[in-house]
Structure formats: structure tokens, C-alpha cells
Nanobody, 121 residues
Framework: VQLQASGGGLVQSGGSLRLSCTYR????????IMWFRQAPGREREGVAC??????RADGEHSSRFTVVRDRAKNTVYLQINNLQPEDTAVYYC?????????????????WGQGTLVTVSS
């Protein structure tokens, strides 16, 4: 399943942004939605994941990241607070089933285009 992230843009340091990942099939409300990012010149890394049965999750490495699921809208949001220049990256959402696995090498499906987040200092 290929998912498309949206909502990126240019933000000043310290600001917040909410990225969206909308899927057509309501059944994906029971799947884990993973968020990854790839900064310029760096490898893709996992930043957050929400399990299929949950509606909220914290980031993998930082409390500045929060994932929220809106089941009525078939959408998962990645809220990023206190953005820093090092958060500049292309952000992707992806799913491989009901469980989380934030190792990008393990993602089985195709990657969507991602959405660019640029944080200015």
C-alpha cells in the first residue's frame, strides 16, 4: 500500500507543523501508520508510529513528535512542535500492517512522494 504525506512547508525555528497521511480504505484504520523522514545527505529514518488499535502515540526519539489518528477522516497526523533546523527533511508516511517497524529497510511497500518540511533558523 502506498501512502502520501502532505502538509509540509516552510516554518521558522520554534514553530509547529501538522502533517497529514490520508488513506482511502477504512480498513487501514486498523493498520499501523509509520512516519519516516530523510534529511538532505542523510539516510531515511523512522520518527514515529501509531499501532493499528491506537489513536495516539508519541515520537520514537522525541516528545516533540505526536501522532494522532482520526478514524472518521481516515487520516493520521504527525504533529511536530518546536521545530528546529535539523528537522528539515522530506517526511513520509507508510504502512506494512498492524505492527510498527521503524527500520526503513524493512518497509515492504513503495514509498510515496513525501512532503518537504523546511525549518529556517
Amino acid at each position: 500500500v502506498q501512502l502520501q504525506a502532505s502538509g509540509g512547508g516552510l516554518v521558522q525555528s520554534g514553530g509547529s507543523l501538522r502533517l497529514s497521511c490520508t488513506y482511502r480504505a477504512p480498513g487501514l484504520n486498523n493498520w499501523a501508520i509509520m512516519w519516516f523522514r530523510q534529511a538532505p545527505g542523510r539516510e531515511r529514518e523512522g520518527v514515529a508510529c501509531i499501532y493499528g488499535g491506537n489513536d495516539r502515540a508519541d515520537g520514537e526519539h522525541s516528545s516533540r513528535f505526536t501522532v494522532v489518528r482520526d478514524r472518521a477522516k481516515n487520516t493520521v497526523y504527525l504533529q511536530i512542535n518546536n521545530l528546529q533546523p535539523e528537522d528539515t527533511a522530506v517526511y513520509y508516511c507508510a504502512t506494512d500492517g498492524p505492527l510498527c517497524n521503524l527500520n526503513p529497510a524493512h518497509h515492504r511497500g513503495p514509498w510515496g512522494q513525501g512532503t518537504l518540511v523546511t525549518v529556517s533558523s
